[in-house]
């Protein structure tokens, strides 16, 4: 830690005016005499050491660039290989979005702003990976700072779909949606702020499940929002999300996003008959203006099929939907400035605090903002903005409409086992050579209006493949109430063994 320097009146001057105090000449040097005293504080924490999570001693972690011929679809960041004893996961090779810290291999959130990066303790789901068994194989690729759903913005390149290269595979666990897809990897980490593993999961033609919101920490991951984060599995079948989200969920005691979270064997009893699910068919999830006609067309014959296998179909209206996505906006936007502002992590939360990375970001973040993708560059533009001008007056609105949103949603609920609907409403992105800045930050967050509300809300989604279009993958979403992920993924899986699908 840098010698702690008591600040100048000239810099109190200016801190204050940040907060539009105009501090007179003997306010400036009062308060610089109390500042030193109080800074004596300061130094004193910085002698006392907190206590860290445990740093793996594993002196053989390293990392390696994959060629091109060993990473076809650009999934992969870097490969390794880190294993423990044996457990559930035994035998399964996963990846990491990389935004998910393993101790020992560079972190890059798919950014050249934060690289060179790399972190000295595993974030909590990649220790309970090892501790179940399972051998993490490398960090996957994914969109510049997580804040794109097209699969085109990495500094390190844009992640090809593995049914057709011609198109982009989502994101922003694009990575994570084409390693699962292409078979590189058994099971995939991707963390979800608007979509951001169901979108890849529906493109890539897999299945990607994001937990009830706090059902696993997010500690040792880069977030964009406390209130909006989430992080779960892709994998290639219900069962192994189940098998995935049973070796992760469960709180830790360091993640402020978690108070008591009851937890389940989700991968038990996950052959239910179809007969005894009641599917609501959720009405402002289809015929959307940005809706294919393919996609609404697949989602609702494998509906059909599943209702032919003998569950109980019904149409639902939640009107309110069709806001879900201006809500989440209202949320998302002001909530990733000021996560920014907090060097990556926020403030004011209990729980543990990663002052490495959050040091990292902030020396990042002041020598090389410059290289954000213009999706954030706006996101900070405009969240900053919107707080100074209008001081926070459509945050605390789209938070509260948020809360209006879920029993919305839970009063559906009610009288059905999950709510049904396409993941999103057109299928994978065709490539650009040369997209515009307009057309990038256009594609960016044009397949969010189904994904993004269930975010603001935390009601589990889970995306399984429904069938295809035009060649291409198409997703079918369930939605269960908060924690009831078991029933979620119940329904997956009879969605699975009633839809024969080929992309």
Not at 312 to 321: K, T
Not at 458 to 474: I, K, M, N, Q, T
Request: net charge negative.
């Amino acid at each position: 830690m840098r010698d702690l320097q008591p600040p100048t009146p000239d810099d109190l001057e200016q801190s204050a005016a940040v907060h539009h105090v105009d501090l007179s000449e003997a306010e400036r040097d009062d308060l610089a005499a109390a500042a030193a005293g109080l800074l004596d504080a300061y130094e004193r924490l910085a002698e006392l050491p907190p206590s860290e999570p445990t740093t793996p001693a594993d002196p053989d972690r390293s990392g390696t660039v994959p060629s091109d011929d060993e990473n076809p679809y650009n999934a992969f960041i870097r490969r390794c290989s880190v294993s423990s004893d044996g457990g559930p996961l035994e035998g399964y090779d996963v990846g990491l979005k990389d935004s998910v810290s393993l101790a020992g291999i560079e972190l890059t959130c798919g950014s050249a702003v934060l690289s060179e990066y790399v972190p000295s303790t595993d974030a909590t789901v990649a220790t309970r990976l090892l501790e179940a068994g399972a051998t993490i194989t490398g960090k996957l690729n994914m969109e510049d700072m997580a804040f794109s759903g097209s699969g085109e913005l990495s500094a390190h390149g844009p992640v090809p779909n593995p049914h057709d290269s011609d198109h982009l595979a989502g994101g922003s666990s694009s990575g994570s949606g084409a390693a699962v897809a292409n078979g590189d990897v058994d099971m995939a980490i991707g963390t979800d702020q608007a979509g951001s593993i169901r979108i890849p999961a529906a493109w890539c033609g897999c299945v990607g499940h994001k937990p009830s919101y706090g059902l696993v920490p997010y500690t040792g991951i880069v977030g964009l929002g406390r209130s909006f984060d989430h992080v779960g599995p892709l994998a290639r079948s219900v069962e192994d999300c189940a098998r995935t989200l049973e070796a992760i969920a469960g709180p830790d005691g360091l993640d402020p996003r978690q108070g008591a979270i009851p937890t389940e064997p989700y991968a038990e009893d996950l052959e239910t008959d179809p007969a005894d699910l009641t599917i609501g068919v959720l009405e402002e999830g289809f015929d959307r203006e940005e809706s294919e006609p393919g996609v609404d067309e697949t989602v609702s014959d494998a509906l059909e099929d599943l209702a032919d296998a003998g569950a109980e179909l019904r149409e639902v209206s939640v009107p309110m939907h069709r806001d879900g996505l201006a809500i989440w906006n209202g949320i998302a936007i002001e909530e990733t400035t000021a996560t920014i502002a907090g060097e990556g992590i926020g403030s004011f939360g209990n729980g543990y605090y990663d002052a490495e990375l959050m040091a990292a970001f902030g020396r990042a973040r002041r020598e090389r903002a410059d290289e954000f993708p213009p999706t954030v560059k706006l996101v900070v533009a405009l969240g900053e903005y919107l707080a100074e001008e209008y001081h926070g007056r459509f945050y605390a609105r789209a938070r509260n409409l948020a809360l209006d949103l879920a029993a919305a949603y839970d009063e559906a609920l009610a009288d059905v086992d999950v709510l049904a609907m396409p993941t999103t409403p057109q299928t994978a992105h065709e490539r650009l050579e040369d997209p515009s800045r307009l057309q990038v930050l256009e594609r960016a967050v044009n397949m969010l209006e189904n994904t993004a509300p269930f975010d603001a809300t935390g009601h589990p989604a889970l995306s399984v493949p429904a069938g295809s279009s035009d060649g291409l993958p198409v997703g079918l979403m369930l939605v269960g109430e908060a924690f009831d992920d078991r029933t979620v993924l119940r329904a997956g899986r009879a969605v699975e063994r009633s839809v024969d699908w080929t992309a």
